[in-house]
């Protein structure tokens, strides 16, 4: 049995009619010889409503309960989609987390897969059915129902597929693929037929939308394909897959940026053990991602200590940063809203030289300052002024002969 | 370990004020000491809207999948719920049908309960908690989702309350309990301290809307005392209890009318054996429910026979009673909307004379005809027309000294 889970976003199931497109779409896989999975998430802005509703009752809804509410829009909708599978001429079953024991730890709201069983959906496969699956939900093991978080849904899809040994995992989105940089900025910038997983999980954790980081990290793990591909067509996307020679022939394989980081510095701290951890001490117990850091020592035994964190964070990280610097007599806070964050990502660079070189001259050929610098086996990233982000996408899409395919 | 289960209809949860109030409720009633279950039905108006989006999808819907998307108005309001008595200070869970396994058979839509397993709901209501329970919603031996029908959270309270062994059950709706008779149309109608098991399932099965009529059997069967009150005050209401001899008292309990029936005639008959059976088999077949029946014979071996259905199935019975006129040769075919069925329940009944005749007389003397009569040990029915409804309930409330008290 040649199983295909196919993965559908909350646009995609949107209103009725695009559930029908849906469900035909699930058809149509199924005429092609193929056992065929669906992960269906809520229909678009329901989620949303019903957060809305936990947060008129309470600013703080009980965790449990909160995971029991969101995850009736992902019930409805799989039923929905099942309803018009069979009203179709079709035949198909919606399943629940608990119905097929997609088992979690208990971490109400960002739960992680522990264990599938995939019996009942074999079963319901061979009778000839589209199972339809609930995404984004799971049971602990008391059978409390749990949610994975943001995005999850295409992490449900990934086990799912990784469970049943299914050949491919297609996730349809409303992108119809991975780019080598984003098209609305780079207008050189071509669709990739394949990324490797940990292009891609660089990609996730820079803030590339396309796929939930944790549903990468699980398809590296089981080494399952990922197809990101969009719903509104039949064209072919982007496979994520295991890494080949191929792939390593490039250096680079995508640019991004990030616009949504903000730097905040402290400045004329005592250049002393143990200070690096006053700091971020209390930056982290307010469960606030610090994501670069970077400190300049001075001769006088002072330094400045500058790092990036979400905007959505800068304000409360701010706060704690001055309470901080009257601790530490520093002689100055302050923040940064308008930077932005620059990238390449590529597997071939653990077998060039100069990759990095080759950026910051790319960069500086433009008169661009860089401000941080941080860098992975497979990763350059810079941090720079904001109003230079198209720019330094497009120069280095460029220098990197990405635009040339 | 004193036990309350209180029932909670979709008005009562209508908004999240609404819902904040049950929450304050469920707590005054655990602070007088009692071990609390709610049973929660979806949020007015939301059910409706899950129905519709089902027939958007198909004027004929996957019956499993369409319990699987109506259960999660349920599922929402169980859980708002439980978040807004947790906000309060309080302490709760929800449940859903599959956490504690209230087991039904296989059919979709109009489930019928056949065991709940009380261990984890007493577990939790010996922890202090107020234990949240999804009403309508079932699951059967496979773990598919099942419903109990339209009023089904009124037999997954009752069920409850027979599986915990609680004192009473108490059912929270927009009436304050249940009256002599309609008050909107018997100004000297009153409401009833207590009424008994059989006079309540009498009452239902004639319309009455206060219970569905399998909690009322369910509540018989375990001897479960049912609290009919008014979510909008404290007051009390009425209770259904196993009947006692002050209850046999009273001749008459209460007047009773419905004006959603319709009457069929077909004239003219052979009245020779069988002709009923031709009559009413395809009526059966086609699922229409037959209520009264009456057959006049006359001296030239033909006969006339009237019967009762619900207005909704009037249309589709005239065209079957149509065809089968055609088959039997039979002189006319008739319907008649314009009729309303007046009834008087009482235990009393059993043991007092004359009640029948007083019944008709007392319609007899403000010229009302009487066209059709229905009777059981506890029931006295009539068909008449319409236009008499509200005098004859107002007579007959006076006849039967129903107004003295």
Redesign the interface.
């Known amino acids: 049995m040649d199983i295909v889970v196919q993965k559908f976003g909350g646009t995609s199931v949107g209103s009725?009619e695009k559930?029908?497109n849906v469900a035909q779409r699930l058809m149509r896989t199924q005429a092609q010889g193929k056992a065929v999975v669906a992960v269906v998430s809520a229909m678009a802005g329901k989620t949303d409503q019903?957060i809305q509703?936990?947060h008129?009752?309470?600013e703080?809804?009980?965790r449990?309960?909160?995971d029991?509410?969101v995850?009736?829009g992902e019930?409805?909708a799989?039923?929905?989609v099942?309803?018009?599978i069979?009203?179709l001429g079709g035949k198909?079953?919606?399943f629940?987390a608990?119905?097929i024991k997609i088992l979690t730890d208990e971490a109400y709201s960002k739960a992680r897969i522990v264990s599938i069983e995939a019996g009942k959906l074999m079963d319901e496969l061979e009778k000839g059915s589209i199972a339809v699956v609930a995404g984004f939900q799971g049971v602990d093991e008391a059978?409390?129902?749990t949610t994975l978080g943001r995005g999850g849904s295409d992490t449900s899809a990934v086990a799912l597929a990784a469970a049943l040994g299914a050949e491919v995992c297609e996730i349809f989105t409303d992108v119809d693929g991975v780019y080598t940089a984003d098209p609305n900025i780079c207008p050189a910038a071509h669709k990739l037929e394949k990324i490797s997983y940990d292009e891609m999980l660089e990609m996730a954790s820079l803030g590339a939308k396309v796929l939930h980081t944790r549903s990468v990290e699980i398809a590296k793990k089981y080494r399952v394909p990922v197809h990101v591909r969009t719903s509104f067509s039949e064209e072919e996307g982007t496979m994520v897959k295991l890494e080949d020679e191929e792939m390593e022939k490039y250096i680079v394989t995508a640019v991004n940026y990030n616009r949504n980081e903000a730097k905040l510095t402290i400045a004329g701290v005592p250049d002393v053990p143990g200070v690096a951890a006053k700091i971020f001490e209390p930056i982290a117990e307010a469960n606030i991602n610090v994501d670069m850091i970077i400190q300049n020592a001075s001769s006088d035994g002072m330094a400045d200590l500058s790092f990036t964190v979400a905007q959505t964070d800068a304000k409360q990280a701010l706060k704690i940063l001055q309470e901080i610097a009257t601790t530490l007599n520093a002689a100055s806070v302050s923040v940064d809203n308008d930077i932005a964050k620059v990238s390449i990502v590529g597997v071939g660079m653990r077998s060039h030289y100069g990759v990095a070189a080759k950026f910051f001259s790319t960069l500086a050929q433009e008169g661009i300052n860089i401000m941080m610098i941080s860098t992975s086996e497979i990763k350059i990233s810079c941090v720079i002024q904001e109003k230079y982000t198209e720019l330094a996408v497009r120069v280095l899409h460029e220098a990197f002969n990405l635009s040339s395919e």
């Open positions: 009725i559930i029908r019903l509703l936990a008129e009752v309470t703080t809804p009980d449990r309960e909160y029991a509410l995850s009736t019930q409805a799989v039923a929905l099942s309803m018009a069979n009203s198909a079953r919606s629940l608990y119905q059978g409390n129902i």
